[in-house]
């Protein structure tokens, strides 16, 4: 029997300021755009309310996680008035999902983080959809959520775009971490693909290694990573490829995280061009990843 879908009826959505595009095409799907007025206080604190009546709704929050320690309570805030309101079930919508890289205790006395805010929205929230998390050690998502989460893949938007923009494509992923991009994006696209070797020493202290056996000159390099922060692993990567002769590659990663002048480093060290994906708003956005995101949402079961 085939199990019924949310969007077999009217949800609401609400957009946490900067997400409304994506609220929008949501919405279009033939559910209702809600207002969220969010302001601040002059002494800093959030105002927040929303426009509309949720009383037995199934709600949708679309709020992407950049700069999250900004953005943290304000979404907090904004799924337990949501509840408060009488919100059936509530969906997060978070396209870049932070807070992932500490999945580990390093050292003695570190939070995970990761596992963190895992348990803080299992209690908030009813379901999580997020484009390409930065999955390490956790095997998945579901190791640490105690809720459903769906995981959108942005290798079918990537591939139409290298397939269109770049002949004879090698794909190299710049670390391990990499290697699950870089292989699916090479395998849909049927061209070769390497992993190098990194070796971090802090976090904006790392090296790369790897030397590259094929012909240079019949190849165009394209550098794939999940998320560029620093930019010190794409930067390393560069100085690597052009070292061993080929042409400036072109850097490609999912999320446009940025910190530190990383964009201007990258195109310094010599990369071609850089294309992310539009998981977080940035001037370098040219893959649009929405058409995967609404198709996950039209299509995860419904809850009863």
Not at 14 to 31: R, V
Not at 110 to 125: G, H, P, R
Not at 131 to 137: F, G, T
Request: hydrophobic residues 40%; aromatic residues 6%.
């Amino acid at each position: 029997m085939d199990h019924p879908t949310h969007t077999q009826h009217r949800e609401v959505i609400l957009a946490a300021p900067g997400n409304e595009e994506l609220a929008t095409l949501l919405a279009e799907e033939g559910h209702d755009l809600v207002k969220v007025e969010l302001r601040q206080f002059p002494d800093g604190e959030s105002y927040i309310r929303i426009h509309g009546d949720l009383k037995d709704r199934d709600v949708t929050i679309v709020c992407t996680l950049h700069r999250p320690d900004r953005v943290f309570l304000q979404l907090a805030l904004l799924a337990h008035t949501a509840r408060d309101l009488g919100a059936k079930t509530l969906c997060l919508v978070a396209p870049y999902l932070s807070y992932m890289r500490q999945d580990e205790r390093f050292h003695a006395g570190e939070a995970v983080t990761s596992s963190y805010l895992a348990m803080m929205f299992s209690q908030w929230f009813d379901e999580l959809i997020t484009v390409d998390p930065h999955l390490h050690r956790w095997k998945s998502l579901d190791e640490i959520y105690a809720i459903p989460t769906y995981h959108v893949s942005a290798a079918p938007s990537i591939t139409r775009w290298v397939s269109q923009e770049v002949k004879q494509p090698l794909i190299v992923g710049p670390d391990s971490e990499s290697e699950q991009w870089a292989s699916a994006l090479a395998s849909a696209l049927g061209v070769p693909y390497v992993v190098l070797e990194k070796v971090r020493q802090g976090d904006r202290d790392v090296q790369v290694s790897g030397e590259i056996l094929t012909d240079r000159e019949a190849y165009q390099p394209v550098l794939v990573d999940d998320i560029i922060s620093t930019g010190r692993t794409m930067v390393e990567a560069i100085h690597l490829l052009k070292e061993q002769g080929f042409e400036s590659p072109i850097c490609i990663a999912i999320h446009a995280v940025f910190s530190d002048d990383a964009e201007q480093h990258i195109l310094q060290a010599g990369g071609q061009c850089l294309v992310t994906c539009n998981t977080i708003e940035h001037t370098t956005n040219r893959i649009n990843v929405w058409q995967e995101v609404v198709s996950c949402w039209k299509e995860r079961p419904a809850r009863c």
